[in-house]
């Protein structure tokens, strides 16, 4: 029943973008009706999710197909049920959003083509998560992939916009031709067979197998943006419609993960090496993340940085969850998978606030310069707040959902952590690297909220900033779901343990940790948060109603301007410089040779290392290169047959 | 293999060295046309018991390849007034040599391909390959587009032969597939010779060397 049901939901998503392109221009009707087509569209998919979580899903659905070795077998097991629960939450509060955030009656000739593609690439992300067969899990991945291609460059006149769609869709068909690979050694292991079923025990170690576990890394984590493999990630994040962002940092880069998951579920005995390397990467894409995102100047970019960071905390679960599975030890293994998927679940919701959020923040200021921002708290209130809850959250800090996850993985990297051997040693640095990270990203979104939301204003257009309903409700939905997940852990245990099963680990998370006493200890630490809250809220409420409001003591210089704050740049400047070795990052300073300084300029960014100063050189010597090989390019037809025939005969005399 | 198939692919090779050796534009087109007709008849010859959709094949591939390409092309020939091919790249007893050598090559080769019993030791195979053979030759050696247009059909017929020995195995849709191909890249080829004679006044393909970056 839940395969059918994620059918119905694939297709209602897909056509969801019919009406606004067959409709007049302009057309609201249209426009509302696409979106409620694509809302109705998720909530057949969380029923499917919900039946399959009850284990009342049924059986999976079998059509046979023209096509050789392709199979329509689709399945929805409880590892798909919990990446699929995501995707239809972010991509129906996603469309409500948009009919306020890219109207089109703002956006006549982008806003149809982009239901189009964001109905299309929901559809598509629906497939992959619950295909069961190779080929077609590879086509709908194809079309997963062009569908957001094609939603990056919605701004495509920009030539920022342009060149993170080139990057992107470079680095997408690279990964693709690695899944290839991987697909083709995946069914040689499993007899010729393109159905993604249990291999036999004795494979992992072979080369086939590590060649299998290597090629994920590279396809998979390519998708996903573990560092280094992240080059995509934070240009085209920024590139595209704030919806869209969320869609792509809450669900599309999380197929990356379940990927991953689903490939290396397929052998019952994991190699040690497997997890310590997805530990190790896990932890530098952790920790680099989270320092490139303190040099953003650029709020979708700091986000997207932070989504980096986070596939660091789920890759690392992962790790420990292919440790503890090499070691025979399934209480670790538990901790971590259950850890990594429940951080899946809750990044897509905090980080789909968050991207809203910013994108509330962007409608209203008209840019994405945290520099320009400030001083918003009071002006878009309900964004600030829930701009807060996700704030809270991604930092990892009690009471919210963040927590939760992170204290899984930290349960489950502390008990390796104490005992003996090498292994003790990888777990507690990933456990300080995940604490290392928590700060990190803590400092980080202290800069984002102190400069965009306090302060005073520092550009006349955040006085007219407001904020539509049609905005603010999915943002209301979302802290509401990071509260729930953080105050009900235990809530979330059966669909954890469905998916640990449908990773091949039969798990009992209540029983490996101790989620009711966790919720019970979160619900204290928020009562104490808002009886606290509210004190101070009162007696500031009766300051304010007294005093005069007065900027603040500037020294006694006479000439202060609201630009006179703490910027985003300042503020992390001294977390920069500890990573200085890391990031190098650039900085012009202004000159000031005579007594009376004159007017000054100061830039300071911080470029991607892998991409700007590896891979953006390389392919320039590489395309120069090539365009040696332009000699044989001659224009003459009879030429080009005759190479065709040279090929044919070599080919022929090696038969 | 029945008795039949024998001769015929045996004057299917003679009408490639036909193709080959003139340089008069009308008789190579002629030439062509010969052959597919005389292909069209193979699949009858080969196949004991006559199955209808054998029979569409060999009606489809006759009107096409007989009639329907080669008028276009003599269509063709009398909208741009030319009549012969001057200085091919390679000359025309040059361009015979290298299609007798080709051919024997073919020959040989074939023997030495791991075929199913009963098509070994006929000349199907060695057919084909001479015949695709050539038609690479003509398309490689001659300048106006017309002739290229000749190579592929000949190209054609070659694949035709090939595809004979699955005459059983392959789907009627795969060979519908291939001549509606084939029809298709021909009118592709009729509107860019259109195009380059607008726009050089000649159908000398040496002019899209004009065009590269």
Known sequence: ?655 | MTLFADPVLVLVMLVNFVVLGTSRMRATIRASAAQGAILAVLPLLVQQEVRWHILVMAAGAATLKGLVIPGLLQKAMRDVQIRHEVEPYVGFLASLFIGAGGSGMAILFSSKLPLAPEHAGGLLVPAALSTVFTGFLILVTRRKAISQVVGYLVLENGIFIFGLLLIDAMPFMVEIGVLLDLFVGIFVMGIIMNRIREEFASLDTEHLAELRD
């Open chain 1, 1 to 655: 029943m839940s395969a059918l049901l994620v059918v119905i939901a694939a297709a209602l998503s897909a056509v969801s973008g019919l009406p606004p392109l067959l409709a007049r221009k302009h057309s609201r009707g249209a426009d509302l009706f696409s979106a409620a087509l694509l809302v109705t569209g998720s909530l057949v998919g969380l029923a499917a999710v919900g039946t399959a979580v009850a284990g009342v899903g049924g059986p999976p659905l079998r059509l046979e197909w023209h096509l050789p070795g392709a199979l329509l077998e689709i399945a929805v097991d409880g590892l798909s049920a919990l990446f699929l629960l995501p995707l239809f939450v972010i991509s129906g509060l996603g469309a409500v959003y948009a009919t306020s955030y890219w109207p089109p009656l703002r956006h006549p000739r982008t806003a149809p083509l982009l239901r189009l593609f964001y109905g299309v690439t929901t559809s598509a992300i629906a497939i992959v998560f619950v295909a069961r067969n190779s080929i077609l899990f590879l086509m709908a991945w194809e079309v997963m992939a062009l569908g957001a291609f094609l939603m990056v460059l919605t701004e495509g006149r920009r030539r920022d916009v342009r060149q993170a769609g080139w990057i992107y869709i470079t680095a997408t068909h690279t990964g693709t031709l690695a899944l290839f690979a991987l697909f083709a050694i995946v069914a040689s292991l499993n007899e010729g067979s393109f159905h993604l079923g249990l291999l036999r025990a004795g494979l992992a170690s072979s080369p086939a197998g590590m060649a299998v576990f290597w090629l994920a890394l590279f396809g998979f984590g390519l998708k996903a943006g573990i560092m280094p493999m992240h080059i995509w990630l934070p240009g085209a994040h920024a590139a595209t419609p704030s919806h869209v962002s969320a869609l792509m940092s809450g669900v599309l880069i999380k197929t990356g993960i379940y990927g991953l998951v689903r490939i290396l579920s397929l052998f019952p005995d994991p190699p040690l090496l497997w997890g310590g390397v997805l530990l190790a990467f896990g932890a530098v894409s952790g920790v680099l993340g989270v320092a490139y995102a303190l040099g953003q100047h650029d709020l979708k970019k700091l986000l997207a940085y932070h989504s980096i960071e986070n596939i660091g905390i789920i890759t690392m679960g992962l790790g420990l969850w292919l440790g503890g599975r090499s070691l025979g030890e399934p209480v670790w293994a538990v901790l971590g998978l259950a850890g990594g998927l429940l951080h899946v679940v809750n990044h897509a919701f905090f980080k789909a606030l968050l991207f809203l959020g910013a994108g509330s923040v962007i409608h209203a200021t008209g840019t994405r310069e945290m520099d320009r921002m400030g001083g918003l708290l009071g002006r878009l209130p309900r964004t600030s707040s829930t701009f807060l809850v996700g704030a809270v959250a991604i930092c990892g800090l009690p009471p919210l959902n963040g927590f939760v996850s992170e204290f899984l993985i930290y349960l489950g990297l502390l008990r390796p952590a104490t005992s003996p051997g090498p292994v003790a040693i990888g777990a507690a640095g990933a456990a300080a690297a995940l604490a290392l990270i928590g700060g990190l990203a803590l400092s980080c979104f202290v800069k984002a909220f102190g400069t965009v939301f306090l302060g005073t204003p520092r550009d006349p257009a955040t006085f007219r900033a407001h904020e539509a309903s049609a905005m603010t409700l999915p943002l209301l939905i979302l802290s509401g779901l990071c509260v729930f997940v953080g105050l009900f852990p235990f809530a979330t245990a059966p669909l954890l343990n469905r998916a640990c099963l449908g990773a091949g680990l039969p798990a009992d998370v209540s029983r490996a940790a101790p989620l009711a006493t966790l919720s019970l200890v979160q619900i204290a630490i928020a009562a104490v948060l808002l009886g606290v809250s509210w004190l101070l809220a009162r007696r500031l409420r009766d300051d304010v109603a007294r005093r005069q409001p007065l900027p603040t003591w500037d020294c006694g210089y006479a000439a202060g301007t609201s630009r006179m704050q703490y910027t985003s740049s300042s503020f992390a400047s001294w977390s920069v410089d500890l990573f200085r070795w890391a990031l190098s990052p650039r900085e012009e300073k202004p000159r000031f040779p005579h007594p009376f300084p004159a007017k000054g300029h100061y830039e300071s960014h911080v470029p991607d290392a892998v991409l700007d100063r590896i891979l953006v050189p390389a392919f320039r010597r590489g395309g120069w290169l090539l365009s040696r090989a332009r000699v044989i390019q001659r224009g003459q037809m009879q030429l080009y047959l005759l190479y065709v025939v040279i090929i044919l005969l070599v080919l022929l005399w090696r038969v």
